[in-house]
């Protein structure tokens, strides 16, 4: 199974990577929403994680960008984030946001997470 | 655990990187550039900060970071004016942030009152405003308590997890109820809306997961199924009743299985009271005729039931369930009667937040992250292949070059793309100055605070590239000059004033590339340096004899003289028991050189001369008795005969060569290393070179062999350090050269000469 992280933090996504790895998920990275956006138009990705604050395209325009384009509409997408404010995750939801993961996150909660979004 | 470490190393490099771009944001905002990409872009580091800080617990960065954050999130939305007291909260906001990570790096804790004040005045600014605020605001104040739990990692909270409307009444109940020991048994009632599936939420995979809790049933009510002429593909007809029977199940835990599609259903969760709830169970086959065959419209009273297993397997073989693109216009079922309680909501205020194109991350060029072991490997392989090259080249003597015109070429090719390698390489290595610049300018702000003085810096050259080892050496003895030069050069306003200067004295930062050096220069507008104070001082501490007199070039010197300090009372700004020694040990620690030239009344500049490279030098060999040493080439004006130099005598009795009309000082390098030289005097060389600020000296060595490009290796890494040698090389046959330190020859010459 083939995981997109997007974060613009490195250690996130060095953490990510690791736990993901582990889990036995084959990772890919993105620093960005548009890089993400680059990602998916060439890999196919079974679930993406993705922060929210992130600088050239923020985490909810990646979200709006990838359901817009038809294409990945039954991709799983789950929002990364420390902000835990309703707000926030209404925002990420509205934009087609599947779920979402509380940073710091503990592993083997990450993992059941993506087991409830994937088959 | 070493993972945790990795993290934590990568961790604090990206802080180092996120403060520096704090520096450099509020460098641009304080110059009035307050616009929302940079307000952006600090609030993104700070979040950053915090968020990796949360991963590794550390408690006190983290609950110090979510309260400034809290502030710049006020700031960005415009909830707070950012003003100038503002301002200046946020710089020390972001210097007790770099504490916190320092301490955090160091695993230290600075206590609960460190930063107090600050977070006080970030709760004072950010309450203020809790009147007016949007509904945000409730997470704000929610948020320390958020914080100062022990970051043990959590789930959300479920808020009113099971659905508002339909479920009220159930919520009620599982309150009044005491928690089901016997076998519980719950109702579940699930429709969801196509928002649900826009979402690719799947509700095979809700039913998994409950499945997880307890046993299962699941019925589908397909009722609302019409017929294929009126079937949108990507509508929504399917809603669920389930039954679970679990001793363990709670509403909360039911709830969090339908988390992420709250409000995207409708949803009732109940408790039986123990009765039998086993609806008549349809065949498989009659849903799959259902499914299989939709113009055979289902009748109300058709109500299939299927088991958790018999249903997956038909969701699965069947997809008008799990297929409903954000696009497609949903039919919504009539018995949805909920409202759509997520509307496309926020879509301007996400256009806000879009970060601008010259985000410096946007620019479009593709990079990746590279360990420097991984480059200095590359260097160093480089630089061997550099002097094989150079080797083989010299091992082409005229016989062979007639006779092997192809290997001949081959070798010159081989030189330029060796040397296009090279360069390709330092590429990597180099970096603009800007990463140091962008640090003085809140130090000259701070100092001027300090000091009562008027004072502004001007930066030029900041794209000016350097190794980055020369870059991460840079930092200490740059602070350090523009401390010297506010502390004791430029004067206080009233002085300025009254000599006739503008009030605001000026500090001009520059760096530049000329020939194989980076020339980084500290210029000020201040007094110049008090040489009868110098002289007075470095006669008090013995550093120079009482019975000599330096020139004005050499008094100015003496304050990289070690243990000299003139400051008649220690400031709290460049009294820090270092002196401007400091500088120099550093600066030539990376092979560089100061030179200081002062003008009295008129200030002062201090010029940094910086090797482009660290690891790859052009030289000139040479004979000294029976060593090959090597020379710098950038530091070489010219060679002479020495039958054809013109040499003379000092009143003091040393050698002088005449050039041109200038004199110069003679060092015999065969005198100076002590070797004894066998060859004649006229048969011998002059070497004359240029040290710092132009001042020449003649070498004289016994044989000129040539140029070629050496590999620098450490003598205070391998060896110790010998004055006058500034390292030592491998050459192309096997022999060990030393490197000429044209710098320190001078420097030392002149004061020994002087002294003597």
Redesign the interface.
Known sequence: MRVLTVDDSRTILAMLHHTLSNAGFEVLQAEDGQKGLDVLATANVDVVITDINMPVMDGIEFIKKVRASGEHNSLPILILTTETSQDKRDQGRAAGGTGWIVKPFDPEKLISVIHRVVH | MS?LD??KA??F??CTELLTELEEQFAAIEAGERTPDRL??V??AI??I???G??F?FSELVAFAHAYETLLDHVRDGRIELSDPVTVLCIRANDLVADFVNAAKAGTKLGAAYGADERAQFDALTSGNAAES???G??DARGDD?FDID??????NL?GAAAEEPAAAADDQFTAMPLAVEKGQWEIRFAPHSEL??????P??LFR?LANLGELTVVAKLTEIPPLADFEPFGVYCTWELTLVSPTATAESIAEVF??VE??CDLSIAQLAGRSHRPSEPTLADLAQLVTLPEKTPTVDETPTLSFAELAETVKKDAPV??????ATPVAAPKLVVPDP?????SE???D???GPE????AGVQSI?VDLDKVDRVVNMVGELVITQSMLSQQMDDTLRARYQELVRGLEVLAQTTRGLQDAVMAIRAQPVKSVFSRMPRLVRELATKTGKKIKLETIGEATEIDKTVIEQLSDPLTHMIRNSADHGIEVPEKRRSLGKPEIGTIRLSAEQAGGNILITVEDDGGGINRERVLEVARDKGIVAIDVTPTDEQIDQLIFAPGFSTAEQVSDISGRGVGMDVVLSNIKKIGGSVHVKSKTGQGTRMTLRLPLTLAVLDVMLVKVGPSPYVIPLSSIVETIQCSRADFGRAPSGAKVLRVRGEYVQVVDLAERFELTGDAELANRFVVLCEAEGGIKIALIVDDIIGQQQVVIKSLEENFESIEGIAGGTILGDGNVALIVDVQGLKANNSLHKNAA
Do not use: C, Q, W
């Open positions: 993972d990795d993290f990568t961790y490099d990206e952006n872009a609030f993104r979040h950053s915090k968020g990796g949360g991963a617990g949007r509904p945000t409730e997470d958020e970051f043990v990692p959590v789930m959300v808020e599936y826009a979402r690719a939420n799947d095979l995979l997961e988390e992420f409000g995207n799990r297929v409903a693109p954000a696009a997520a509307p496309s909501m926020a205020e996400i256009d937040r879009r970060s985000d410096r991350r946007g992250r």
